[in-house]
């Protein structure tokens, strides 16, 4: 018999690396990395890895050549400026090139584009909606000359053309309201408009002006934020540098705040509902007192009362069931705690993936741009606005002092509008298809790569001696991109496909309304449709999360490493389940820490450095820092939360191994625990087997001495011992 101190395993010394599988990208033969003498032989950085999915990658190529000539062609076909700078009621863009019709003044200068807006106080509604159809460039914004009297005096803008049926005779709009330039549009100012004690035409203007009102507010505050910005940036840098400090010093203290936290959150949430439903009785017997007793009311608060203690039994019983599952949880969320203090730079990979997302933003934005600018010229005849105050035609008064009769307003005029291609509705959801898809592989390359260093981390060596290799980061991301580019496309296009159904569904319920069919059973139907896909959108995100994870431990394509993920999860489904909510509770615990700190750091800075004496007192300061340290919390809980999930299934996975030596060692203890009681299990499960051998074949043997002389005898009891 070999003694155990002299045996050997390929689990202590593994005798073959296995990262360097063949190459996805460049092909050719295996190579062989420097080895980790304590890393497993066949899981994390030793893992044999070849291109995963080759065919999901093959056609994330050509779908996206495929694009790139849509975008040439859109390219050739579509004008932005059209959308941009904007296009006048002769179709002219404002500004460049030269206008199908002869203006006074140097049409390079007019690339202003005003909009002729009237009301009609008869109906009390502003016409706006009939203007955006009628703009005219100017290079300046006009304003009506200032009037004592009801009317003000008009300044009339020559709209460039002849009324229609009299080309003697200029068009020329009325111009009510003083308006300023914003976005290559004049932007009207509806309180310009002197309504001297009308109450028809304030109430019209008021009405009209709410948002108008709340965009002006707003302005004059973003103003003063802007002024305190100037003056107080470096408040703003301390709240930032504060957040990444504490987002630090949180997770080093984490491992020893998380069975606090939890336990104070279960003796919180059991005295909670206990606490409720005493309130809910003693409500009940202040109904009952009351003269006459509010019977009615009374039956309906003792059920509540009833019910609140029912559910908070439930849950003692549950937390006494689960009650190891818990301490798992607690132990995987400590543990998850070390890897980014052992690998500090996974902090910056969301950082570099909303960098890499800014190029696909830019080239969505434009495509967007191009394919809504499609289209060809239509002449229509449109009726001139008319400005009427009881339902009648009324007469202004020019700025020159002479009478200006409305009558023009009830000619019309010829209109040239672009007729956009029926075919652009499905080139933007073809183009939001893209943007999704392109979203979704670059988080689920960050996710991939965060992953590999938690896997890098915790089968890198037994115990709780870990020690991820150098480099990890690179490393992780290297072999993300060199192996598994084809699994996250796959992965990620199903996300995107199921994300653009979901806007084509909206879409569509659009289009219905506005055809009258939106009944309630249409409505009815649609509100379960979008249920269905956002329950789908959630399901295969969670899929995609954990098939990712074991494509990291052990290199597998996106299909088996899905399967294998919810087999590990499904025998582990009570952990898992106590894993995902008390790492919820942890992580907003402490987004809500390390907003709370910073801002009040900030608050307390900006009156030690007199930042505070701004109209608003700093509070814009605390604001934005408060708004940046919480961008700061969630990305430090994003990374925070990719760990736990991967070493949740490393630990699930280190279960199934013949020696799951490469647990940490408080995690360890649950594992020899789990085998123990399972020895135990089979050993008592053969011992009741034993005994009922034993029981049978008492009989048996008695029967046989009996029948010793009696071969016809023997020969049964010979037939049933071979049953």
């Known amino acids: 018999m070999q003694s155990p101190a002299l045996s050997f395993s390929s689990h202590h010394f593994p005798t073959k690396t296995r990262l360097g599988a063949h190459n996805c990208a460049m092909g050719g033969p295996k190579e062989a990395p420097p080895a980790l003498g304590k890393a ?148 009207p100012n509806f309180f310009s408009f002197d309504c001297q004690n009308s109450s028809d035409c304030l109430q019209t203007l008021l009405n009209s002006n709410d948002t108008f009102a709340n965009a002006e507010e707003l302005t004059e505050t973003l103003n003063q934020g802007i002024d305190e910005f100037r003056t107080g940036w470096p408040s703003l840098v301390a709240g930032v540098t ?40 003693a409500w009940r017997a202040s109904k009952l007192a009351e003269d006459p007793p509010q019977l009615e009311t009374a039956k309906y608060l003792f059920i509540a009362a009833i019910v609140t203690w029912v559910l908070d039994f439930i849950f003692l019983c549950v937390v006494i069931f689960i009650h190891r599952d818990v301490l798992i949880a607690c132990d995987v969320i400590e543990e998850a ?43 229509i005849t449109l009726p001139r606005p008319i400005f009427s105050l009881n339902g009648t035609t009324t007469n202004l008064t020019a700025a020159n002092g002479a009478a200006t009769a409305m009558a023009l307003a009830n000619t019309t005029v010829e209109v040239k509008q672009y007729e956009f291609k029926n075919w652009r509705i499905y080139g933007h959801l073809g183009n939001i298809f893209m943007f999704l898809w392109a979203f979704g592989l670059i988080n689920a390359i960050a ?17 709780d001696n870990k020690d991820p290799p150098t480099g990890a980061v690179i490393r ?46 249409v409505k009815f139907l649609m509100k379960i449709l979008h249920c269905i896909l956002a329950c789908l959108e959630r399901i295969v995100k969670f899929i995609n999360k954990n098939a990712y994870i074991v494509c990291s431990m052990n290199g597998k394509s996106f299909i088996p490493a899905a399967r294998e993920a919810l087999e590990l999860l499904v025998s582990n489904a009570l952990s898992v389940g106590a894993v995902t909510v008390i790492g919820e509770i942890v992580m907003t615990f402490g987004k809500v820490l390390i907003t709370v700190v910073s801002g009040i750091s900030v608050y307390y800075i900006n009156k030690a450095m007199g930042y505070d004496q701004g109209l608003t007192g700093g509070m814009i300061l605390v604001v934005i820092v408060l708004f940046l340290a919480f961008l700061v919390a969630c990305l430090f809980t994003s990374v925070f939360s990719v760990c736990i999930d991967t070493i949740l299934l490393c630990y699930c996975k280190d279960k199934t191994e013949v020696e799951p030596a490469y647990a940490p060692d408080d995690l360890k203890s649950y594992i020899g625990n789990a085998q123990k009681r399972a020895l135990e299990k089979n050993a008592s499960e053969a011992a009741k087997h034993e005994k009922a051998l034993k029981q049978l074949a008492h009989p048996m043997t008695t029967l046989q001495k009996h029948v010793a002389g009696e071969p016809d005898a023997a020969t049964k009891i010979g037939g049933l011992e071979m049953l």
């Open 242 to 281: 504060i957040a990444i400090v504490f987002s630090f010093i949180w997770l080093l203290v984490l491992r020893r705040l998380v069975k606090p936290v939890v336990v104070l959150t279960g003796i919180l949430v059991f005295v909670g509902l206990g606490f409720l439903g005493y309130v809910f009785w």
């Open 40 to 187: 497993h032989p066949t899981l994390g950085i030793n893992a044999d890895r070849s291109c995963s999915d080759k065919l999901a990658l093959l056609l994330w190529i050509l779908i996206w050549l495929g694009f790139g000539y849509f975008c040439i062609t859109i390219f050739k076909a579509g004008d932005p400026d059209r959308l941009l700078l904007g296009t006048d009621y002769l179709g002219n863009i404002c500004g460049r090139g030269s206008p199908n019709v002869t203006v006074a003044g140097n049409w390079s200068q007019m690339r202003l584009l005003w909009y002729p807006i009237t009301f009609d106080l008869a109906k009390k509604k502003l016409l706006v909606k009939e203007a955006l159809k009628l703009g005219i460039c100017v290079p300046t914004c006009p304003a009506p000359v200032p009037s004592s009297s009801f009317l003000p005096r008009l300044t009339m803008i020559d709209t460039y053309g002849t009324v229609s049926g009299n080309a003697s005779v200029p068009a020329q709009w009325p111009v009510l309201f003083r308006s300023r330039p914003s976005f290559g549009r004049c932007l």
């Open 476 to 521: 992780a991301a290297g072999v993300t991109l060199r192996y598994h580019l084809g699994t996250l496309a796959f992965g990620s296009f199903i996300v995107a496909l199921i994300q653009t159904i979901r806007i084509a569904c909206v879409v569509i319920e659009q289009k219905l309304r506005e055809a009258g069919l939106d009944g309630d059973q």
């Open 447 to 463: 996710f991939m790569t965060i992953s590999l260093c938690a896997v890098f981390w915790y089968f890198s060596a037994p115990g």
């Open 337 to 379: 705690t070390k890897v980014p203090v052992s690998i500090p730079s996974m902090v910056l990979i969301p950082v570099v993936s909303f960098v890499a997302i800014i190029p696909f933003v830019v080239l969505a934005l434009g495509v967007a741009l191009y394919i809504q600018s499609c289209g060809d010229v239509l002449s």
